[in-house]
T-cell receptor, first 112, second 112 residues
């Protein structure tokens, strides 16, 4: 079955530390992948997307993600965490242009 | 620049009551979606509409109906609310294809 998985429902990092949020997709998933961020009591906002162009994708707020077909991964990284990055992050894929399928989400906490 | 607007933002229903969640987008998008968000489960697709006049079931359609009233509006109806429908509901829209979705702010529904 097509799916995306996110390892770790909750990740904590110290302010200034590297942020790494993991996303793996099943090999049958179409190669259109997204990362969304959700701040408390808000809707989802697009961070970045991969659409078969460059494998390293840069997004907003200093985030980037690398599409690795050999590892079926699309991990999200940020070199230095900021307190304002505390939020929930969702990996998703486009389901052949019909709709979007989301992973379960990872809650990021940033410790002072 | 409103984007996707959902009403109401909060609602408490008694078991068996009915209600309609409203969603409107001003981006001239063809596709619209209804998702529900529950802790640890990410976003699950209830219904979607690829174009005006068409609707399709998603992953969790039972207990819900939808209407694509026109290109702008896509409503979600609960005919007889159940406690299991307590959730946060998000409406989204997109141009379709490998293009990101834009989300509303959500409706927090509690069924008692």
């Amino acid at each position: 079955a097509q799916s995306v998985t996110q390892l770790g429902s909750h990740v904590s990092v110290s302010e200034g530390a590297l942020v790494l949020l993991r996303c793996n997709y099943s090999s049958s998933v179409p190669p259109y992948l997204f990362w969304y961020v959700q701040y408390p009591n808000q809707g989802l906002q697009l961070l970045l997307k991969y659409t078969s162009a460059a494998t390293l994708v840069k997004g907003i707020n200093g985030f980037e993600a690398e599409f690795k077909k050999s590892e079926t991964s699309f991990h999200l990284t940020k070199p230095s965490a900021h307190m304002s990055d505390a939020a929930e992050y969702f990996c998703a894929y486009d389901n052949y242009g019909q709709n979007f399928v989301f992973g379960p989400g990872t809650r990021l906490s940033v410790l002072p | 620049n409103a984007g996707v607007t959902q009403t109401p933002k909060f609602q408490v229903l008694k078991t068996g009551q009915s209600m309609t969640l409203q969603c409107a987008q001003d981006m001239n998008h063809n596709s619209m979606y209804w998702y529900r968000q529950d802790p640890g489960m990410g976003l699950r697709l209830i219904y979607y509409s690829a174009s005006e006049g068409t609707t399709d079931k998603g992953e969790v359609p039972n207990g819900y109906n939808v209407s694509r009233l026109n290109k702008r509006e896509f409503s979600l109806r609960l005919e007889s609310a159940a406690p299991s429908q307590t959730s946060v509901y998000f409406c989204a829209s997109s141009e379709g294809g490998a293009v990101e979705a834009f989300f509303g702010q959500g409706t927090r529904l509690t069924v008692v």
